[in-house]
């Protein structure tokens, strides 16, 4: 049977999850996670794709993206063959290297960007790759340390995101941290994203 193809159009909101085949990693070290953090700010200037949330783990990543003039099947397509080809290629291995298609879930309700912002960026708390949101400001591989003003990344859409919390940045700022704050204290007592936030698509 062939796949079905997936919902989208422009200025569509989509939470992309891609993982590694068998659970394996996909980043081995920094080099790896550099290149495809150049590689993704590079497609999503070229296709005016806007990013709002991005995170990197070991065997997986995150990206919240609104559709642009181009479908997002072929900005991923881009993203996720580059990657392939230079890991392989770095790490002299071959095959597979991610696990089927990508997971696109359309987000259908404006209101939950903000939720997935937060949920996203928490990752790599959660993960363990930081201890702290303090930590996680001054790490490099996700979206979180750009909305704070401490990573340059031109190519995240942070202070459209950063006009819903307020009209002046710093202030902005301060409202957006006690926001993600708010949501690392919902994590450790076991609270997570409701699963009406999205819906997948096909």
Request: net charge positive; with cysteine; aromatic share 8%.
């Amino acid at each position: 049977m062939p796949r079905q193809s997936r919902i989208d159009a422009p200025g569509a909101l989509h939470h992309i999850i891609a993982r590694g085949i068998e659970g394996r990693k996909i980043f081995e070290d920094d080099q790896d996670r550099h290149d495809f953090v150049k590689n993704l700010g590079l497609i999503l200037e070229q296709t005016e794709t806007a990013c709002y949330a991005w995170s990197l783990l070991p065997s997986h990543f995150h990206l919240l993206l609104r559709t642009g003039p181009v479908p997002v099947s072929t900005v991923m397509r881009r993203l996720l063959t580059g990657h392939a080809v230079r890991y392989n290629r770095r790490h002299q291995r071959q095959g597979h290297l991610f696990q089927n298609r990508y997971k696109s879930i359309l987000c259908q309700e404006e209101t939950y960007l903000l939720e997935l912002v937060r949920y996203i960026h928490l990752n790599p708390l959660r993960a363990r790759l930081v201890s702290d949101l303090d930590q996680l400001e001054q790490y490099p591989f996700s979206g979180h340390g750009v909305i704070m003003g401490k990573q340059e990344r031109p190519w995240q859409s942070s202070e459209e995101l950063l006009r819903y919390f307020g009209k002046k940045t710093d202030s902005a700022r301060c409202k957006y941290r006690e926001f993600v704050d708010k949501g690392i204290h919902m994590w450790q007592q076991g609270t997570s994203l409701n699963s009406k936030i999205t819906q997948p698509s096909r």
